[in-house]
T-cell receptor
Framework: EAGVAQSPRYKIIEKRQSVAFWCNPI?????LYWYQQILGQGPKLLIQ????????DSQLPKDRFSAERLKGVDSTLKIQPAKLEDSAVYLC?????????????????FGAGSRLTVL | KQEVTQIPAALSVPEGENLVLNCSFT??????LQWFRQDPGKGLTSLLL?????REQTSGRLNASLDKSSGRSTLYIAASQPGDSATYLC???????????FGTGTRLTIIP
């Protein structure tokens, strides 16, 4: 089974520029997550999709971050304009869990991540 | 608000030793707890998942325990090997909420 694909792996930009990250989840996985992992910290959930609908975006800085999941498959995460504190690894994950299943095992499969450096 | 803590932040042990990694959480109303491994430049790999009704799970040389009442979990690694060197993260999931709350991780180095 192919894993979760993410691109680009690395991106360096200057503050106030924009950047976009792409994620292709495992085929058939209904749930897709974007996490932000700042150096030395655990991952923090930014947004969760169930198919192409948003389940949780409570920790997404909506003034500069946006995300979409077209046709319930691929997803893009955009930052505009970027700030220094946005330097982090952006992890995409997917799972089979469907909403209303009381959570189930909910084993997430993570991609390798996209490392962003904002100068 | 759930807070997850992992101490120590870093640990170095000689090859062959048994070791224990610790995870504590503030809200005991959890649905499950997972242990992940993260290698440099790579994503997270799920190692073990313990449901709230369980007390432990085992996979090979790994054993994870859960004590909900005290808000603690441990990951026991037997006969450590250099290939076990990585950062280990625990994450908890609440009832009715699909979000995982992660700890800050323990960076483990096994010395050959």
């Amino acid at each position: 089974e192919a894993g979760v694909a993410q691109s680009p792996r690395y991106k360096i930009i200057e503050k106030r520029q924009s950047v976009a990250f792409w994620c292709n989840p495992i085929s058939g996985h209904a749930t897709l997550y974007w996490y932000q992992q700042i150096l030395g910290q655990g991952p923090k959930l930014l947004i969760q999709f169930q198919n192409n609908g948003v389940v949780d975006d409570s920790q997404l800085p909506k003034d500069r971050f946006s995300a979409e999941r077209l046709k319930g498959v691929d997803s893009t995460l955009k930052i505009q304009p970027a700030k220094l504190e946005d330097s982090a690894v952006y992890l995409c994950a997917s799972s089979l869990t469907t909403r209303g299943s009381a959570g189930g095992a909910n084993v997430l499969t993570f991609g390798a991540g996209s490392r962003l450096t904002v100068l | 608000k759930q807070e997850v803590t992992q101490i120590p932040a870093a640990l170095s042990v000689p090859e062959g030793e048994n070791l224990v990694l610790n995870c504590s959480f503030t809200d005991s109303a959890i649905y499950n707890l997972q242990w992940f491994r993260q290698d440099p430049g790579k994503g997270l790999t799920s190692l073990l998942l313990i449901q709230s009704s369980q007390r432990e799970q085992t996979s090979g040389r790994l054993n994870a325990s859960l004590d909900k009442s005290s808000g603690r979990s441990t990951l026991y690694i037997a006969a450590s090997q250099p290939g076990d060197s990585a950062t280990y993260l625990c994450a908890v999931k609440r009832f009715g909420n699909e979000k995982l709350t992660f700890g800050t991780g323990t960076r483990l180095t096994i010395i050959p």
